[in-house]
């Protein structure tokens, strides 16, 4: 159950603030009205997340780095999706992640700049990623039993239509009930009325864009206790914008909050395939990297307590609409 009452005040500061307050430069007082009023089910506020692993290797690579560099990671996300991965590669991938209690969410599906519609390279972008025709939602299907058939419980998505698809079978048993749907940052809501849509519709964390500002986030936090995912620094296609010293405010702000850990100026590396094997495992290392950076500046700022438990990956009660009946 999402948490009725603010979380706790953690000593947080702002960056510099005792410095700039010596010259007569105080940083503004913080608002209480701006804060989430949710939490995690565990009670923590935020978790971590690195994104773009995509298969075992990258996956190995990442893993070995969170332990060299102490980086607790909640989510290791992929962004090519299960049609590019084998049975086997899956499987290996489930089972690294299970026996370091790490959830892995892989995406699913035809995405509509992949396929054969040209709208999408137009500069208008066209449909985007989202599934074009009812072959394309079938196979976001099949991705998706595919995948829970192997052990994942944690599926991207990037359609509105796709997300209630599977949400009914998720309702309906077809899909286990553990089974979790995380709303791709190329589809992201930007506004608390779209954001309360994609929640009805069954999904269970959203990634919003990262280019929304601190009061656009807490506008969303009065509307829904759905988790939020927010690259704190972003891939240059999402506008590659590094948020680390804003880390404590966003959590403070967006909680329950996933702190995402990206990487700018880095080469595009989906869908992936072993010619991009060096640049994937070096942008991996990389990622884990920029999540210590950004850990150690929440230890600065007195900002690091809150954090979920390693292991803990349940949502919370979230609010859906009615599902229509079986004839």
């Given at each position: 159950?999402?948490?009725?009452?603010?979380?706790?005040?953690?000593?947080?500061?702002?960056?510099?603030?005792?410095?700039?307050?010596?010259?007569?430069?105080?940083?503004?007082?913080?608002?209480?009205?701006?804060?989430?009023?949710?939490?995690?089910?565990?009670?923590?506020?935020?978790?971590?997340?690195?994104?773009?692993?995509?298969?075992?290797?990258?996956?190995?690579?990442?893993?070995?780095?969170?332990?060299?560099?102490?980086?607790?990671?909640?989510?290791?996300?992929?962004?090519?999706?299960?049609w590019m991965l084998t049975d086997a590669e899956i499987?290996?991938?489930?089972?690294?992640?299970?026996?370091?209690?790490?959830?892995?969410?892989?995406?699913?599906?035809?995405?509509?700049?992949?396929?054969?519609?040209?709208?999408?390279?137009?500069?208008?972008?066209?449909?985007?990623?989202?599934?074009?025709?009812?072959?394309?939602?079938?196979?976001?299907?099949?991705?998706?039993?595919?995948?829970?058939?192997?052990?994942?419980?944690?599926?991207?998505?990037?359609?509105?239509?796709?997300?209630?698809?599977?949400?009914?079978?998720?309702?309906?048993?077809?899909?286990?009930?553990?089974?979790?749907?995380?709303?791709?940052?190329?589809?992201?809501?930007?506004?608390?009325?779209?954001?309360?849509?994609?929640?009805?519709?069954?999904?269970?964390?959203?990634?919003?864009?990262?280019?929304?500002?601190?009061?656009?986030?807490?506008?969303?936090?009065?509307?829904?206790?759905?988790?939020?995912?927010?690259?704190?620094?972003?891939?240059?296609?999402?506008?590659?914008?590094?948020?680390?010293?804003?880390?404590?405010?966003?959590?403070?702000?967006?909680?329950?909050?996933?702190?995402?850990?990206?990487?700018?100026?880095?080469?595009?590396?989906?869908?992936?395939?072993?010619?991009?094997?060096?640049?994937?495992?070096?942008?991996?290392?990389?990622?884990?990297?920029?999540?210590?950076?950004?850990?150690?500046?929440?230890?600065?700022?007195?900002?690091?307590?809150?954090?979920?438990?390693?292991?803990?990956?349940?949502?919370?009660?979230?609010?859906?609409?009615?599902?229509?009946?079986?004839?």
């Amino acid at each position: 159950m999402a948490h009725p009452t603010p979380p706790p005040d953690h000593g947080t500061r702002r960056p510099a603030a005792a410095a700039l307050e010596r010259i007569g430069h105080p940083a503004p007082a913080e608002d209480p009205a701006h804060a989430s009023p949710y939490a995690f089910p565990d009670g923590g506020t935020w978790r971590t997340e690195i994104p773009s692993v995509e298969g075992p290797e990258a996956l190995a690579t990442v893993l070995k780095e969170t332990t060299r560099l102490d980086v607790p990671v909640h989510r290791i996300s992929q962004g090519s999706g299960v049609w590019m991965l084998t049975d086997a590669e899956i499987t290996e991938m489930v089972d690294a992640c299970a026996e370091r209690a790490v959830e892995l969410c892989l995406f699913t599906g035809p995405r509509g700049n992949w396929d054969i519609g040209a709208a999408t390279r137009t500069p208008s972008g066209g449909g985007g990623l989202r599934a074009r025709g009812e072959g394309a939602v079938a196979g976001c299907v099949e991705d998706a039993l595919r995948a829970a058939e192997l052990g994942v419980r944690c599926l991207l998505v990037a359609d509105e239509g796709v997300l209630w698809t599977l949400h009914r079978l998720r309702a309906a048993g077809t899909l286990p009930s553990a089974m979790t749907f995380k709303v791709s940052a190329l589809v992201g809501p930007v506004n608390p009325a779209s954001y309360a849509v994609w929640e009805g519709l069954g999904a269970d964390s959203l990634n919003i864009p990262s280019d929304l500002s601190l009061e656009q986030i807490a506008e969303i936090r009065r509307v829904s206790p759905a988790p939020m995912d927010l690259y704190v620094e972003a891939p240059d296609d999402l506008g590659g914008f590094v948020r680390m010293y804003e880390a404590a405010e966003l959590i403070r702000r967006g909680a329950p909050i996933y702190l995402k850990f990206g990487l700018s100026r880095a080469p595009g590396i989906y869908p992936y395939g072993s010619h991009l094997r060096d640049v994937t495992l070096d942008t991996a290392r990389e990622r884990v990297r920029r999540g210590r950076l950004a850990l150690d500046l929440l230890a600065r700022h007195g900002a690091d307590g809150g954090m979920s438990p390693v292991g803990r990956h349940e949502p919370g009660a979230l609010r859906r609409f009615p599902l229509p009946e079986r004839s």
